[in-house]
C-alpha cells in the first residue's frame, strides 16, 4: 500500500509521454499473461500498477479484481493489497476500509501485511499500523529468526517501521525493538569496516533501454532462465544473495549501457561477453567517479531499476524476495 495520493496529484505528476508508456507497458503485461499463463498473476499485478500510472485506475481495479476472485495463491494476496491502496489513492475511503476489514489477517503472509502497515503509517492512522505490522512480524514476535539481527534489517524491513510507529505512540521499546538497535549497531559496524578495508561492494545492471540489446549480443551474465522480462527482479535477487553472502547491507551499483561496455572492452582489447571484463569496467568506471546509485534505495524512493514506481513497490516488494 503506498502512501496516500490521490489520483488527480499522480496525473498531475505525471508527464503525457511517461503515461503514454506506462500504457504500452501495460499492454504489453497483459498480452504476456496470456503467453505465460504459469506467471500470470505476477504479471497481471505489473499490469494493474502501469494502467495506474497511465490514469487508468478502473482498469486496474478491475484486474485486482479479477485476481483476487481467480488466483489461489499469494498474487491473490498482493491483489487484495494493491487494490485496497489504489482505492486510498482514488479517496474511495470507505470501500477501502471495507476491503481492509474482509482480510483474513490470520493466513495473510508478511509481505502484504506490511504494504498495508506501511501504507496505514503514511495515512497517520498509526494504531492500525502497528496491528498490522504486528501481523506482518508475527513469526518474529515468536522467536523464530535464524538470521542475524543486521540483516534482518535488509531482509525484514517491517521490523524497522514496527519499531519506527512503536516509537511515534510513544511505546516503550521492547525485546524485539532493542534488537532492531543490535542489528543497526552491528550493521553501521560491518560498513565502517568495508570502508575501511577498501573491499567495494558493488554492481551494475543494463538500463532498460539497452536490455533487448544486451541480450541479443550475450552480454547478460544471469541465470540460464532469466530473460528480458526477469532481467530486474533477478538482478534485485543476486544483490540479495551477495548481501546476504558477504554481511553487507549497502551496495553501489553503476547503470550500464552497451555502448559504454564496448567502447571500454574496445579501448582495453578485451572480450565485452567476458565476466571478468564486466566487472573490471565496473571497477574503472567507479574509480573515475560514473554516475551511480545507493542499492538498496529507500523504500519509498523511486526503483532503481528505472520502472517510475517506488522501490517498495517494483523489485523492493516482498514478492521478489
Same mark, same amino acid.
Given at each position: 500500500?503506498?502512501?496516500?495520493?490521490?489520483?488527480?496529484?499522480?496525473?498531475?505528476?505525471?508527464?503525457?509521454?511517461?503515461?503514454?508508456?506506462?500504457?504500452?507497458?501495460?499492454?504489453?503485461?497483459?498480452?504476456?499473461?496470456?503467453?505465460?499463463?504459469?506467471?500470470?498473476?505476477?504479471?497481471?499485478?505489473?499490469?494493474?500498477?502501469?494502467?495506474?500510472?497511465?490514469?487508468?485506475?478502473?482498469?486496474?481495479?478491475?484486474?485486482?479484481?479479477?485476481?483476487?476472485?481467480?488466483?489461489?495463491?499469494?498474487?491473490?494476496?498482493?491483489?487484495?493489497?494493491?487494490?485496497?491502496?489504489?482505492?486510498?489513492?482514488?479517496?474511495?475511503?470507505?470501500?477501502?476500509?471495507?476491503?481492509?476489514?474482509?482480510?483474513?489477517?490470520?493466513?495473510?503472509? *508478511?509481505?502484504? /501485511?506490511?504494504?498495508? %502497515? #506501511? &501504507? =496505514?503509517?503514511?495515512?497517520?492512522?498509526?494504531?492500525?499500523?502497528? @496491528?498490522?505490522?504486528?501481523?506482518?512480524?508475527?513469526?518474529?514476535?515468536?522467536?523464530?529468526?535464524?538470521?542475524?539481527?543486521?540483516?534482518?534489517?535488509?531482509?525484514?524491513?517491517?521490523?524497522?517501521?514496527?519499531?519506527?510507529?512503536?516509537?511515534?505512540?510513544?511505546?516503550?521499546?521492547?525485546?524485539?525493538?532493542?534488537?532492531?538497535?543490535?542489528?543497526?549497531?552491528?550493521?553501521?559496524?560491518?560498513?565502517?569496516?568495508?570502508?575501511?578495508?577498501?573491499?567495494?561492494?558493488?554492481?551494475?545492471?543494463?538500463?532498460? *533501454?539497452?536490455? /533487448?540489446?544486451?541480450? %541479443? #549480443? &550475450? =552480454?547478460?551474465?544471469?541465470?540460464?532462465?532469466?530473460?528480458?522480462? @526477469?532481467?530486474?527482479?533477478?538482478?534485485?535477487?543476486?544483490?540479495?544473495?551477495?548481501?546476504?553472502?558477504?554481511?553487507?547491507?549497502?551496495?553501489?551499483?553503476?547503470?550500464?549501457?552497451?555502448?559504454?561496455?564496448?567502447?571500454?572492452?574496445?579501448?582495453?582489447?578485451?572480450?565485452?561477453?567476458?565476466?571478468?571484463?564486466?566487472?573490471?569496467?565496473?571497477?574503472?568506471?567507479?574509480?573515475?567517479?560514473?554516475?551511480?546509485?545507493?542499492?538498496?534505495?529507500?523504500?519509498?524512493?523511486?526503483?532503481?531499476?528505472?520502472?517510475?514506481?517506488?522501490?517498495?513497490?517494483?523489485?523492493?516488494?516482498?514478492?521478489?524476495?
Amino acid at each position: 500500500m503506498r502512501p496516500l495520493l490521490y489520483v488527480g496529484a499522480m496525473m498531475a505528476s505525471t508527464s503525457p509521454k511517461d503515461r503514454q508508456k506506462a500504457r504500452r507497458h501495460a499492454e504489453e503485461y497483459e498480452r504476456d499473461a496470456v503467453a505465460y499463463p504459469d506467471e500470470r498473476g505476477e504479471i497481471l499485478l505489473e499490469a494493474a500498477a502501469q494502467w495506474a500510472i497511465a490514469g487508468d485506475p478502473e482498469r486496474a481495479l478491475r484486474i485486482y479484481e479479477d485476481l483476487i476472485a481467480t488466483d489461489p495463491g499469494e498474487d491473490a494476496d498482493y491483489a487484495a493489497v494493491e487494490r485496497i491502496s489504489l482505492l486510498f489513492d482514488l479517496g474511495r475511503t470507505d470501500e477501502a476500509d471495507a476491503a481492509l476489514a474482509g482480510l483474513d489477517r490470520a493466513r495473510l503472509p *508478511s509481505g502484504p /501485511a506490511a504494504l498495508i %502497515a #506501511e &501504507g =496505514l503509517e503514511a495515512l497517520g492512522r498509526l494504531e492500525e499500523a502497528l @496491528t498490522w505490522f504486528n501481523i506482518a512480524c508475527r513469526d518474529l514476535l515468536a522467536g523464530d529468526a535464524e538470521e542475524p539481527a543486521d540483516l534482518l534489517l535488509f531482509t525484514r524491513p517491517e521490523l524497522q517501521g514496527r519499531q519506527r510507529v512503536r516509537r511515534a505512540l510513544g511505546l516503550p521499546s521492547d525485546p524485539v525493538d532493542l534488537s532492531v538497535d543490535e542489528g543497526e549497531d552491528r550493521l553501521t559496524d560491518t560498513l565502517d569496516q568495508v570502508a575501511s578495508s577498501g573491499r567495494p561492494y558493488a554492481g551494475s545492471f543494463f538500463v532498460r *533501454s539497452d536490455i /533487448a540489446r544486451a541480450f %541479443a #549480443e &550475450g =552480454l547478460v551474465h544471469a541465470a540460464p532462465d532469466t530473460d528480458e522480462s @526477469t532481467y530486474y527482479s533477478d538482478v534485485e535477487r543476486g544483490w540479495r544473495a551477495s548481501a546476504e553472502e558477504i554481511g553487507a547491507a549497502k551496495f553501489r551499483v553503476l547503470p550500464t549501457t552497451v555502448d559504454d561496455l564496448l567502447r571500454y572492452a574496445d579501448e582495453q582489447g578485451r572480450d565485452p561477453g567476458d565476466e571478468q571484463t564486466r566487472a573490471d569496467h565496473l571497477r574503472d568506471r567507479l574509480d573515475e567517479n560514473a554516475p551511480a546509485l545507493d542499492w538498496p534505495p529507500e523504500r519509498n524512493a523511486p526503483c532503481w531499476c528505472g520502472s517510475a514506481r517506488k522501490y517498495k513497490k517494483c523489485c523492493g516488494s516482498p514478492a521478489n524476495r
